[in-house]
């Protein structure tokens, strides 16, 4: 939101009480006054409350897929059998990781229901040999899977989420009262033209002899 916009709202609002009783009041002034009211109170109350509910429930669903996929997915040794033909180096490194870079590898693991795999597969040490070991994650039929998402990524993503939703609403409701004000000048300008239309003829005369 632009600072301007926002002391545009502050005035109409507050000068909702000053056009009350004014003589010179139009009914545009009115309504601008009330629409920027309501649109204060919604972005001052109803944005954060929109942010806080969308992250809440984002967050809730995040944390049951981190609870499943920590259920689902398993961190198992797998044993390095040769160097694969083509690009041994992966493009991709553990986030956690202190090595530069890993390596793919042909590699022999048993999975969590007792069958034994051979495949292809990343996160192998870089200087690793024939024989070593090295974790994998892969799921219960043994199928190479990756690393589950922790709570701390998933709050962040929840986090995320609900201040987009708070700005979001924001400029929903910011869009939607400059489009109403943007009617309600149009307006203005119609029935000044009405009016000046009616007394343009007369203008002037009052008072002239005739």
């Known amino acids: 939101m632009d600072v301007d916009g926002g002391a545009g709202r502050v005035r109409a609002a507050v000068g909702l009480w000053r056009w009350r009783r004014n003589p010179l009041r139009r009914t545009t002034d009115l309504v601008e006054a009330w629409v920027s009211l309501v649109a204060l109170v919604l972005i001052v109350l109803a944005a954060p409350a929109t942010g806080w509910s969308t992250g809440a429930r984002v967050e809730e669903t995040l944390h049951r897929a981190v609870r499943v996929q920590h259920e689902q997915r398993h961190h198992i040794a797998a044993v390095v059998v040769r160097s694969p033909r083509g690009p041994a180096l992966s493009p991709h490194s553990d986030a956690g990781s202190e090595q530069p870079s890993r390596r793919r590898v042909v590699a022999d693991w048993t999975a969590p229901d007792g069958s034994r795999h051979t495949g292809t597969v990343s996160g192998a040490p870089r200087a690793s040999e024939t024989g070593d070991r090295f974790r994998v994650w892969t799921d219960t039929q043994g199928r190479i899977v990756s690393r589950p998402m922790d709570r701390a990524t998933a709050t ?17 409701v910011e869009v939607a009262r400059r489009l109403i004000v943007r009617r309600l000048v149009h307006r203005r300008y119609v029935q000044l033209d009405r009016a000046w239309a009616a007394a343009g003829p007369d203008w002037g005369r009052t008072g002239a002899g005739g």
Do not use: M, N
Request: hydrophobic share 70%; charged share 0%.
């Open 156 to 172: 962040t993503h929840a986090a995320l989420a609900g201040f987009a939703s708070a700005a979001a609403t924001a400029v929903l």
